[in-house]
């Protein structure tokens, strides 16, 4: 992956390839069919992208976020990968903590490309691959140990062939979801934030997501799920998150960790994530 993303999906499908699999696919999975049949792909909460780059979709897809950083790098890397490679690489050769704290400063870039170089190096060379803002939406995650980025130029036009398809728009997840058609698919990876506890983590935008947005996201995907939307939701395995998605309505609870290693009961303590799919 290009980015280091806190909550990042690429052990989901490296470890749990097989939920994006209907029973019907299951087997065509063998003959190099490795998601379910579906249209267009919705992903409301981007972050990393890690599952829409496993899944390569073929149709449309609608990728958004928030985070107007985030939206613009994904968007320079569809429209000039070699670009932002090479300011990127420029970045790296003068990193130092000083250099860090610097570019981190400079909250005011105008020239996209320059903005979405500046997001990747910060990205890199931050502590743990962290975003997080202040009350003014300024990036303020301190510098990381990492001093390397050995992502060639052949991997950024990868990149952007992939994205060559896709709708990158900066938006609240309510208006993504709600452009969702039957037998569209829908990965939604929010916030895990839970009723008790609303700062589980700190600010990943001026608009922070809190529990009310929780019960509402779980409202808008019930609307979709009854509409013939396929929808796949990672969250945090807390009592209050899986009583929004209800099994009676149609929904599977898969308890799971970053290990290879799958429960159905979503009681299980060592089980700290739940997956809710409707397929």
């Not at 019907?24 to 409301?44: A, H, R």
Request: proline share 2%; with cysteine; charged share 25%.
């Amino acid at each position: 992956m290009l980015l280091k993303w806190a909550g990042g999906k690429s052990w989901l499908t490296k470890n749990y390839s097989y939920i994006f699999h209907s029973k019907e696919s299951l087997k065509k999975s063998l003959e190099g069919n490795k998601s379910i049949q579906f249209n267009n792909y919705i992903e409301p909460f981007l972050g990393s992208g890690a599952i829409f780059k496993y899944l390569k979709p073929k149709n449309g897809s609608i990728l958004s976020d928030i985070n107007s950083e985030l939206i613009c790098f994904y968007n320079c890397l569809k429209l000039d990968p070699e670009k932002l490679h090479y300011i990127t690489a420029m970045h790296m050769q003068k990193h130092s903590k000083d250099y860090y704290y610097k570019i981190r400063a400079n909250h005011l870039l105008e020239d996209n490309i320059e903005r979405a170089a500046r997001f990747l190096y910060l990205n890199r060379t931050c502590y743990n691959g962290i975003y997080r803002v202040n009350s003014k939406g300024e990036f303020n995650v301190p510098i990381g140990d990492s001093k390397r980025f050995n992502a060639s130029i052949e991997e950024f036009k990868t990149y952007s062939e992939i994205l060559n398809n896709a709708s990158i728009v900066q938006q609240d997840f309510r208006e993504s979801i709600n452009e969702a058609r039957k037998d569209d698919l829908i990965y939604v990876d929010p916030p895990y934030v839970t009723k008790s506890n609303e700062r589980t983590f700190d600010m990943y935008s001026a608009n922070q997501f809190n529990w009310k947005d929780q019960e509402e996201l779980a409202k808008i995907l019930e609307i979709k799920n009854k509409e013939g939307v396929h929808i796949i939701v990672s969250n945090i395995n807390d009592k209050d998150v899986t009583n929004l998605y209800l099994k009676t309505n149609g929904w599977n609870h898969l308890a799971l960790n970053r290990a290879n290693v799958m429960s159905y009961n979503a009681d299980g303590k060592k089980y700290k994530e739940i997956l809710f799919r409707n397929f």
